[in-house]
Structures are given as structure tokens and as C-alpha cells.
């Protein structure tokens, strides 16, 4: 089992930036892929960046490229989400995950229960 608690929501302006965590326990999570998804108010939930187990790879939702950073500290077991030049369409409550498929088609397996993310125009 892994457990996973994200942090560093808030209310930020449009233009400006956050940072939100996500500290995993239990199995070290060190071993998998994590991600980021975010549920916006009446939308599903869509994929915004992965990080690879080492850290050497990410991706990212094509809105979100140039604009946020994923990262991650494995001595922490902590994952990051770096946003830079928010929008308003941002807003969205922001959950991590653990991806345990190790290769091919991911498997998201863990979710922690999200922290909002809201940003003023």
C-alpha cells in the first residue's frame, strides 16, 4: 500500500504561481512512475504531467508544457508540481498518483485525496 497526501493548494492570481506536493508512505514509492491529474468544477479528470521513477523522464498535457514542472525528491518520497503563469482555467482540485505499471500502459494505481487549486482573473 501506498498513501499519498498532497499539500500547497491555495488561491493564487492569475499570472502568478504554486506549488503543490505530494508525500507518499508505505511501499517506497520511489520505485514507480507518479503523475499529476486534476479535476476541474463539472469536468473529468484529466492527466496534466508523469514523472519516471528516476526522475529522468516527464511528460506533460499539451496545456500545461512550458508552464508547469513536475519533480521529484526520492529521499522525501515527495513528488512536486512547479506552476508558473497560471489561468484561470487552471482551477481544478489536484490529485498525485502512483503509476505501478512499471512499462507500457500505465496503471494508476494510488490517489491521494487532492488539494484545490484555485486561481483568480
Known amino acids: 500500500q501506498v498513501q499519498l497526501v498532497e499539500s500547497g493548494g491555495g488561491l493564487v492570481q492569475a499570472g502568478g504561481s504554486l506549488t503543490v506536493s505530494c508525500a507518499a508512505s508505505g511501499r517506497p514509492s520511489s520505485s514507480y512512475a507518479m503523475g499529476w491529474f486534476r479535476r476541474a468544477p463539472g469536468k473529468e479528470r484529466e492527466f496534466v504531467a508523469r514523472?519516471?521513477?528516476?526522475?529522468?523522464?516527464?511528460s506533460y498535457a499539451d496545456d500545461v508544457k512550458g508552464r508547469f514542472t513536475i519533480s521529484r525528491d526520492n529521499a522525501k518520497n515527495t513528488v512536486y508540481l512547479q506552476m508558473n503563469k497560471l489561468k484561470p482555467e487552471d482551477t481544478a482540485v489536484y490529485y498525485c498518483a502512483v503509476d505501478t505499471s512499471g512499462v507500457g500502459v500505465p496503471n494508476w494505481h494510488y490517489w491521494g485525496q487532492g488539494t484545490q487549486v484555485t486561481v483568480s482573473s
Open positions: 514523472i519516471s521513477w528516476s526522475g529522468g523522464s516527464t
